[in-house]
């Protein structure tokens, strides 16, 4: 615990209010050495005092804990929300889980940093042979968390997380990258002495003061991808290391390379200029590489210090406490990929929103220019379509054509680096088509497109919705004034994150909701409230008249009668009527599972007319491989005993067949004999008598 003080106190200068959170915290907990090293890293990512109270809480499962520091309760609350001991999901819940994270991202970027840095330390404990638990965690680590860690400019753990997967999920291509570049270490360290003492000199004829020199190993998983995306060996790739230079401005930046690039030849198409074009995540650099005297390539990087600091360290966060309070950052505009994505994520199932997450934070980026020079950025593979709606709406749905470097070119064609795109437009034109969805490349075009045709649809939408919903509840024999009710919608619209029942509607008009969806949560909260069925209500005012199914009802003679396909009542069953708008009475059993979804007041006594049986129902289960003359011979067997048959099923599986038989019996012995006959049938397998 003292260790712990120290370290908080030399980095956040602890106050006494600070003093009295942390040892009201540390006396309620046991500090790990996990907590230690990720108190550690939170620390080195520009973290506040805050982020290690709420980590400390939430990782120790802290309940109820009294602290009235409002920032800190919050914190606590969205990290709460996202924070899980298994970091293994199915899709769906894969789907939630980061659905949840990003949503609290958006809140606050601190919870976000907190997870990673928590996914690190996950990472960097797995041991070989690996889990399926661990396999699954790494995947979701090198598919989304790296990607994202990238994306906030976190690169130190974003390459660290990279090599680790590839480590554990790639162990014998890891051991042979670390083989390869040990035995070009002593080539390696001789080139990096040479480069760097050139580069000295290059410092000192600027005259430039502070200036940092220093060399590095390139990570194994950024060989890796060199060599898988460029199809080459790694005995041909030379660029294994790198140089970087760190000076005070950016004019010292380019005064550096002019001078590299005086003495050294660079390698046509690998300079990059960074500065001028940043990252989406807000990386700045200059980079080149360069022709070396061992006549292999070599990349040397260019950036200022406070450039430096936010590539290794990634987004300044100490000013992302109050949203409401601060005024438009650079930080938030590195955001704003994110946000549009959890804004427009509402009508997604778990296989988009995923999808849409890994092509934003996967795809490499491209830079392209209005006519009057304005720069927009995008995915590899967008289009012209893409352009337009990341200019307007309505650029976009009224988009016909595009021009590129001013040539026309259809509205299909993709982009590339550097182009000039101006874009075509007329009012004349219907709006987008539904093949452009599977032509764009960024998920603001899709949502746009997609909010095209709700809004030109959405009374259509909402209409065939309701239709599609009555029509899934009296598939199931249920009423849809009772399951629609308000009562039942209510708790629906919330778990989908609707506003109003016409949303729920239009979205299952669409097709981004299902109906089964909605109908078993509307079931669940209909069995929350009438768990217990009702008392029948009889109409004690009308006569009991016999109609012509033999069945007694409370209600006109004329009435019609027709038997519940759900339950399929039979003679002697104890039976309940259900009175339908404009179908007569239905029949259910009174123990039928559908009938406490009907509208009690509704229900309506009905019995067997003919009260002089004395007969019982009983149920004969068959399991027989398939044959095709089994259902005759069985049938046969039924008649020849003289049993009355009052309602046979049958249902194939494979290779085998299923079947339930109703038969009247006088009584249980009267069975004996027909089960005999049945099991020695050949390809009889079961018999079973209920």
């Not at 909010?451 to 030109?456: I, L, P, S």
């Amino acid at each position: 615990m003292k260790n712990l003080l120290e370290i908080l106190n030399n980095s956040f200068n602890l106050n006494d209010e600070n003093i009295n959170i942390i040892n009201f915290i540390l006396n309620n907990i046991s500090i790990k050495e996990k907590d230690f090293l990720i108190i550690e890293n939170l620390i080195k990512y520009k973290l506040d005092f805050n982020s290690v109270c709420a980590y400390l809480i939430v990782e120790n499962k802290l309940k109820n804990i009294e602290i009235k520091d409002e920032d800190i309760i919050s914190l606590t609350q969205n990290l709460y929300n996202v924070h899980s001991d298994n970091f293994s999901f199915n899709k769906q819940e894969e789907s939630e889980v980061l659905r949840k994270q990003f949503i609290a991202m958006c809140n606050d970027i601190r919870v976000i940093i907190i997870h990673l840095c928590i996914v690190l330390y996950e990472a960097q404990n797995c041991n070989l042979p690996l889990s399926d638990k661990q396999k699954d965690f790494l995947l979701t680590v090198r598919n989304i968390y790296a990607p994202l860690s990238e994306r906030l400019g976190l690169n130190k753990i974003k390459s660290e997380l990279e090599d680790l997967c590839l480590k554990f999920l790639n162990p014998d291509i890891f051991r042979e990258l670390e083989q390869n570049v040990l035995l070009k270490k002593e080539e390696n360290e001789n080139q990096i002495e040479l480069t760097k003492n050139k580069l000295e000199n290059i410092i000192s004829e600027l005259k430039l003061n502070n200036v940092t020199i220093m060399a590095r190993q390139k990570h194994f998983s950024s060989i890796y991808k060199k060599i898988t995306s460029k199809a080459v060996p790694l005995a041909k790739i030379y660029d294994l290391i790198a140089m970087r230079v760190i000076v005070n401005t950016i004019e010292d930046c380019y005064a550096v390379l002019g001078k590299i690039h005086g003495i050294y030849k660079p390698m046509e198409g690998r300079f990059k200029d960074y500065i001028a074009n940043p990252k989406p995540n807000g990386y700045q650099s200059l980079h080149t590489t360069i022709i070396t005297e061992n006549d292999r390539p070599m990349e040397i990087q260019i950036r200022t210090y406070e450039m430096h600091k936010t590539s290794e360290f990634g987004v300044d966060v100490a000013h992302w406490i109050y949203k409401e309070k601060r005024k438009t950052t650079d930080l938030d505009k590195k955001l704003a990929w994110l946000r549009e994505i959890m804004d427009n994520s509402s009508n997604l199932n778990s296989e988009e929103f995923i999808s849409t997450l890994k092509t934003n934070l996967y795809s490499g980026r491209i830079f392209v220019q209005t006519p009057k020079g304005k720069v927009l950025e995008f995915p590899e593979g967008a289009c012209v379509i893409d352009f337009a709606y990341a200019i307007h709406s309505d650029i976009g749905n009224f988009c016909v054509g595009g021009k590129i470097n001013n040539k026309m070119v259809p509205i299909s064609t993709k982009l590339s680096n550097n182009d000039i795109v101006e874009i075509i437009t007329s009012q004349t034109s219907k709006g987008p088509s539904r093949d452009w969805l599977n032509i764009v490349k960024t998920s603001e075009s899709r949502d746009k497109i997609n909010a095209f045709f709700k809004k030109q649809l959405k009374d259509e939408n909402i209409k065939n919705g309701k239709q599609i919903m009555e029509i899934a509840i009296k598939n199931k024999a249920l009423s849809p004034a009772t399951l629609l009710d308000e009562e039942y919608l209510q708790p629906v619209l919330y778990k989908y994150a609707f506003n109003s029942s016409d949303e729920l509607f239009a979205a299952v008009g669409y097709g981004s909701i299902t109906s089964t969806q909605v109908l078993n949560k509307l079931m669940q909260e209909y069995d929350k409230k009438q768990s217990i069925l009702r008392p029948a209500k009889v109409l004690t005012s009308l006569v009991v008249k016999k109609n012509k199914d033999g069945v007694l009802v409370d209600g006109d003679s004329g009435m019609m009668i027709r038997f519940a396909g759900c339950c399929a009542p039979i003679l002697g069953e104890n039976i309940i009527g259900y009175i339908s708008r404009g179908r007569g009475v239905t029949i259910h059993k009174c123990d039928c599972n559908n009938v406490q979804y009907l509208e009690q007041e509704r229900l309506i006594k009905a019995e067997w007319a003919d009260k002089s049986v004395t007969y019982k129902i009983a149920t004969i289960n068959i399991v027989a491989m398939q044959t095709d003359d089994f259902i005759a011979k069985l049938t046969f067997a039924f008649a020849n005993l003289h049993y009355s048959i009052v309602a046979f099923e049958t249902r194939n599986i494979a290779d085998k067949i299923n079947c339930s038989v109703k038969i009247k019996i006088n009584n249980d012995n009267n069975t004996n004999k027909l089960v005999k006959i049945i099991k020695e049938f050949d390809n009889v397998l079961e018999v079973d008598v209920k």
